[in-house]
Structures are given as structure tokens and as C-alpha cells.
């Protein structure tokens, strides 16, 4: 399993007092109000940072941080990654799971037969779509809806599927 999970790239300092603008790649924006502290990955190696401030832009968040109040101290960040471990990572719901945790599980149908691995989930708005590699070289996409998928078991690395008419064609 995953110990860190990306939530954002910096695409570029904002203003002069240290402000960065992020592109969030989270499911929730709004999570970065309640983070406190997080690893932005340079070229030069990992850096723990605490967040200060949180507005929202458009689509961007601004962000800034303890110890960086000039624009000169956080242009190295430009299009760095953002991530938090996983005990900072925002808490699942009953039935949620973190994508990377569903990568690389192995897909059953409920008749038991191996299908494939999970190589993907694409994220459509209505459902998650898993994107399995199968042992024939083919890719089969599940939608993750109950009359689909039965269990998974991020743990096991294991994914229970009924296929609908047709998926296999």
C-alpha cells in the first residue's frame, strides 16, 4: 500500500510573499482547509512543510507556508508535487477506498475464475471505472456500481466482479 498520497501540483509561485498557486488532484478541494502539513517532492529531494494559509481561485488553490514569505523561497517549488501520508490523508467512509490501494488487485468474477489486475481507475463523475489487464492482453473496464462490483478487499488486493452481458465481447 501507498504511505504517501499526491493531492496536488504547484504550478507556480503567486504574488510576492511566498503564495503558491496548486492544482488539486484530490477528490475534495476543500481538503487542503484542514491540512496542516504536507511533503512537497523537488527535484532536489523531499521538503516537510506546514501550511500557513488556504484561499481558493477558480479552479487553484493558494496556498502558503511556514517559512517561506518571498517569492524568491518558493519559485523552486514550480510544478512540484504535494503529498501527505497517509495517517494525514483524509479519512474513508464506510465503503470508500484510495485508488492506489485498488491498483495492482487482482480481478475475480463471483464465479472465481482470474480476469486480470487492476492497472487503473478512471474517475468519470458518476462512478469510478476500473481498467483491468487481462491475462489475454485485452483490457476490460468495470464500472464500480453495486450490480458490478461485489467486494473489494484493498487489504487482499482482491476485486469480486459480476460482469454484465456483453463486457467480455
Same mark, same amino acid.
Not at 27 to 34: E, G, H, I, L, N
Not at 56 to 60: A, E, I, S
Not at 145 to 154: A, K, L, M, R, S
Given at each position: 500500500m501507498e504511505d504517501f498520497f499526491r493531492i496536488g501540483v504547484i504550478t507556480k509561485p503567486h504574488g510576492l510573499k511566498g503564495e503558491v498557486k496548486v492544482f488539486p488532484t484530490t477528490?475534495? !478541494?476543500?481538503?487542503?482547509?484542514?491540512l496542516k502539513k504536507c511533503i512537497?517532492? &523537488?527535484?532536489?529531494?523531499?521538503?516537510?512543510a506546514e501550511k500557513k494559509s488556504c484561499k481558493?481561485?477558480?479552479?487553484?488553490v493558494i496556498l502558503s507556508f511556514v517559512g517561506?514569505?518571498?517569492?524568491?523561497?518558493?519559485? !523552486?517549488? #514550480?510544478?512540484?508535487?504535494?503529498?501527505?501520508? #497517509?495517517?494525514?490523508?483524509?479519512?474513508?467512509?464506510?465503503g470508500e477506498y484510495y485508488i492506489s490501494d485498488v491498483i495492482g488487485s487482482d480481478v475475480y468474477e463471483d464465479n472465481g475464475s482470474h480476469l486480470g489486475t487492476v492497472n487503473d481507475v478512471l474517475?468519470?463523475? !458518476? /462512478?469510478?471505472?476500473? &481498467?483491468? !489487464?487481462?491475462? /489475454?492482453? #485485452?483490457?476490460?473496464?468495470?464500472?464500480?456500481?453495486?450490480?458490478?462490483?461485489?467486494?473489494?478487499?484493498?487489504?487482499g488486493k482482491k476485486v469480486i466482479v459480476k460482469l454484465m452481458k456483453g463486457m467480455l465481447d
Open positions: 477528490d475534495d !478541494a476543500k481538503r487542503f482547509k484542514k512537497i517532492r &523537488t527535484k532536489k529531494g523531499d521538503i516537510e481558493f481561485f477558480k479552479n487553484l517561506y514569505d518571498d517569492i524568491n523561497e518558493v519559485e !523552486a517549488f #514550480r510544478n512540484c508535487d504535494i503529498y501527505v501520508s #497517509r495517517e494525514d490523508a483524509v479519512p474513508l467512509e464506510e474517475q468519470t463523475g !458518476a /462512478n469510478d471505472v476500473f &481498467t483491468v !489487464a487481462m491475462e /489475454n492482453g #485485452r483490457e476490460l473496464l468495470i464500472p464500480v456500481i453495486n450490480d458490478c462490483v461485489i467486494d473489494i478487499d484493498t487489504e
